[in-house]
Every structure is written in C-alpha cells, then in structure tokens.
C-alpha cells in the first residue's frame, strides 16, 4: 500500500463525497414557443434531473467530438464523397430522442450522423461506414448519406424526398394501430419543396402521427432563408395543420416540445409541425467552406452565445448537478472512445466486391445480381 493507493483512495473519497453534494434535480425556465393553430404550447418550465443531464452532455459531447473527427479524416482523404457535418445542432437529434420511445419512428435527410447515433449506432459504425468499411452500419455501402437503425429509416439524399416516406411510416403505426408516431426530418432548403405541401394534405386529411420537423440551420446550402423564402415561418408554413416554433439550441426546449407535439399525435389529433431554430458551424458539406455566404464573427457570435453543449454545461453546473471537473472527465472518456472508433474505420477492410450484390432487400429469396461486367454473377443475400 504505497503512496500512489493512499491518493487513490482519497481521491475515490472525495469524489464520492462530491457526488453525495451534488442536487438530484433542477428547474429551469425556458423559451416560450410560438404557436400555430394551437390554443396551447408546450410548458415555459423544464426539470432536469442530475441523471438525464450528464446523458446529454456525454451524448451531444460525443456527437460533437465525432464530427471533428469525421472534418480530420475527410481532410486526410480516408473519408471521400459526399460528407454533411452536425456539429452545432447536437440538441435538436439529442432534445428529440429524450422525448419519444426507441419503438417510436425517425426519418431524417443527409445530414443523419447524429441521428444515427441517438437511435443506437456505435460510433465505430459510424465512423466506419463513413470510411467505406466492412464494420460499416450499413456494410461500408451506404457511406455518410445512407444510414440506417432500428426504427431508423436513413439519411436520405434527394432534397425533401423522405417527407412523404415519413408519412407512409406513420400511415403504417396507424394502420396496424399501434401507439407509435414517426418523426420525419428536413431542413430550411427542403421546405420550399412541392412534395413537402402534397404530404401535408395527405398527413392532415389521414390524421396522420407524423410530427415534421424542420430543423431551421438559416442556411439551405449557401443561401440565406430570407434569400430563399418568402415566408419563414416555417412553423406556419402546414397551414391547416398547428405548429410550433422552438428553440433548436436549447435541448430542453426541444424536449419539452417533443414530448407536447408526442402526446398531441398520439391522442389521435394528426399531425404538427415543429420548427427547430438552430444552426449548423460546419458549411453545408465538407465541399463548402462556410464563409463565402455568411462571416466568421457570425458564427463566433452563435457559438459563444447559444452553443448547445456549453448552455447545458453550465446550467448544470451553476445548479449543483454537476462540476466542471466531472465534466472534463467526461470529455476525456468521450475523446478516447472517439479515437478508438476511428482506429477501427481506419484499419477495418472494405467490404470485398463478392458482395456488391448483397443486401438489395431484405428477407427475399437469393437471386443473381450482374457484376461489374456481363460475364460475372453475384449471388444477392438478404
């Protein structure tokens, strides 16, 4: 029993003292939403116990840390094609998840890592599908647009075109009348999309459990909302159907009002639209700088003043329930797990072109798919 164990016991002493001092729960005041059509929002209060906190600062730190990742490997070249970063909106994927069941539905555009993660995926499989890698959640095939988990229906890459596929999930929770609902994702650019205002109607006619969500980044692509919408209030945008307008920045925000539109879609109302105000810190994809349409201080400006992690960092810190010591011990522990998971999409084999034909549908009898030229045949798997 040396020195080095008396500090570590001490040290184990002390943190379960400090643990022991710290609040189990808290209250907070937070944004009103604007309301469409609704006599009614979500609460101005939220409680956050000290449990659920230290879930979301490790999960949006983790999402966080893995896009950084994701940045570096790009730049290296291991990551290559299309690549849409989350960073900066880690509390709309993290405030979503907290607020509905895993049997619940989600569907969401291309810029789906954090989504991928929240719904289940290992970082590991994230990173390796990014890499193009057998460990891959989707085998190395799908890389950063095509992503899938349980009751995760992708990362969809044609603009607007998983609006409709979420209605058609809901359509289905509410034919095999179960208590589900699907969430369906798109962005600022997508909202101007005919196909978005056909599944409105169809949604609100069917008194569908669909909650559409548009996550508000202030940019589609390079251009502005006020440059490509005549109206921005995207939360109005359903007409006949209510909606809500939330802070996207503030994962309790985001929560609470995923928990109100939750329970209005099951009760069997139809379904809301549910603005997120957040914004993204990487430019629409790893092709677009970021700063040719907006400056630098603007986005200093947003991530000194409303960054999700940092925002729930010291709320939790200057109510008790949790210290600035523990939290970079968290960091530590996330940014280990990050560089693992990149060791292994890094060295992990691509998946070998035997299997090119492999996992076209699932469940169906094998058939013989062509290969790269007439005269070779691949076997296709479910």
């Not at 991928?116 to 890499?131: D, F, K």
């Not at 999409?345 to 094998?366: F, R, V």
Request: glycine residues 10%; negative net charge; proline residues 4%.
């Amino acid at each position: 029993f040396d020195a080095l164990d008396s500090f570590r016991v001490s040290r184990v002493v002390v943190a379960s003292r400090n643990y022991a001092d710290f609040a189990s729960e808290a209250t907070f005041d937070i944004k009103k939403c604007d309301l469409h059509r609704l006599e009614e929002g979500p609460p101005v209060t939220a409680v956050l116990t000290r449990e659920e906190g230290l879930h979301y600062y490790r999960t949006m730190q983790t999402i966080r840390r893995m896009e950084l990742k994701s940045d570096q490997l790009y730049k290296q070249k291991i990551i290559r094609g299309f690549c849409h970063l989350y960073d900066g909106q880690e509390a709309c994927c993290v405030g979503l998840e907290a607020a509905i069941n895993p049997t619940d539905h989600l569907i969401t555009a291309y810029r789906a890592h954090g989504y991928a993660y929240t719904r289940g995926t290992a970082v590991r499989e994230i990173l390796a599908e990014l890499t193009g890698r057998k460990g891959g959640c989707a085998k190395g095939k799908g890389g950063s647009m095509h992503m899938y988990a349980h009751n995760f229906y992708g990362g969809n890459g044609i603009v607007g075109a998983q609006v409709p596929l979420g209605a058609g999930i809901a359509l289905a929770c509410k034919y095999f009348g179960k208590d589900e609902i699907c969430l369906t994702l798109y962005g600022d650019g997508a909202a101007n999309q005919g196909q978005i205002f056909e599944t409105y109607n169809m949604a609100a006619l069917w008194k569908l459990p669909c909650i559409f969500i548009c996550e508000n980044n202030r940019y589609g692509m390079g251009t502005s909302v006020e440059r490509a919408a005549a109206s921005t209030d995207y939360y109005k945008r359903g007409d006949y159907i209510p909606g809500i307008r939330v802070d996207g920045m503030d994962i309790l925000c985001v929560r609470e009002a995923t928990k109100f539109a939750a329970e209005h879609c099951r009760s069997g109302k139809g379904p809301m639209l549910m603005e997120l105000q957040t914004y993204r810190y990487h430019g629409h994809s790893m092709s677009d700088p970021g700063i040719s349409y907006r400056t630098r201080e603007e986005i200093q400006e947003v991530r000194s003043k409303s960054d999700p992690i940092t925002l729930l960092k010291d709320r939790m810190v200057n109510n008790s329930l949790s210290s600035v010591e523990e939290l970079k011990e968290i960091d530590v522990e996330v940014r280990k797990e990050i560089e693992e998971a990149a060791q292994f999409a890094t060295t992990d084999p691509e998946p070998p072109l035997e299997e090119l034909g492999n996992h076209i549908y699932k469940n169906e009898p094998p058939f013989e798919v062509r290969g790269p030229s007439q005269w070779i045949k691949y076997k296709s798997v479910g």
